[in-house]
């Protein structure tokens, strides 16, 4: 059974940094790019950032880049997601996504972490 | 980058009827790449279609998706008690993936 348990989110004040940790289970994580998609409170989902099966690609959304970094364990099977200079704007759940086939859409997704930026 | 508009925005009807969400791409979305996802209340959204038609493991046959170039529909048969949601579209093509506003399908 395939597996995605985020873990990482919290109450952060603006300014701080803060990485979330997703891991995975039940597929070979080593043969999947992986994405994070948060939602925030209320709101769409917004897909934020991959990285390829071996990390050595990464892509971000114009609204984060140069902020967030991704990156991936492929021996622990978890996923990063670094996230700096926190703003208000950037409270909401952060889902760790699996690809599938590498084609760019989102077959098993994790239950989530809340991020709260809040002074 | 793509932009994905979803109509309407909310959509409410009754257990039994036919529920038709769209979507509209800023530009022409190429080799199918349009996927659909199902989010209820507090749960992470789980994907119901790809390729625009075809449908992931697990989506009740109901559940039907068509289209081509910028627009597409969700199509769901007969809405049965679960199926009040939200759906998004997502364009998972080059360069980015990006996904629509979302429809809420609420009870009528």
């Known amino acids: 059974e395939v597996q995605l348990v985020e873990s990482g989110g919290g109450l952060v004040q603006p300014e701080r940094s803060l990485r979330l940790s997703c891991v995975a289970s039940g597929f070979t994580f080593s043969s999947h790019s992986m994405s994070w998609v948060r939602q925030a409170p209320g709101k769409g989902l917004e897909w934020i950032s991959a990285i390829s099966a071996s990390g050595g690609s990464t892509y971000y959304a114009d609204s984060v880049k140069g902020r967030i970094t991704i990156s991936r364990d492929n021996s622990k099977n978890t996923l990063y997601l670094q996230v700096n200079s926190l703003r208000v704007g950037d409270t909401a759940i952060y889902y760790c996504?699996?690809?599938?086939?590498?084609?760019?859409?989102?077959?098993?997704w994790g239950q989530g972490t809340l991020v709260t930026v809040s002074s | 980058e793509i932009v994905l508009t979803q109509s309407p925005g909310t959509l409410s009807l009754s257990p039994g009827e036919r529920a038709t969400l769209s979507c509209r791409a800023s530009q022409s979305v190429g080799n199918s790449d349009l996927a659909w996802y199902q989010q209820n209340p507090g749960r992470a959204p789980r994907l119901l279609m790809y390729g625009i038609s075809t449908r992931a493991t697990g989506t009740p046959d109901r559940f039907s998706g068509s289209g081509s170039g910028t627009d597409f529909t969700l199509t769901i048969g007969r809405l049965e008690p679960e199926d009040f949601a939200v759906y998004y579209c997502q364009y998972y093509g080059t360069p980015l993936p990006t996904f629509g506003g979302g429809t809420k399908v609420e009870v009528k």
């Open positions: 996504a699996k690809d599938n086939r590498n084609s760019g859409y989102f077959d098993y």
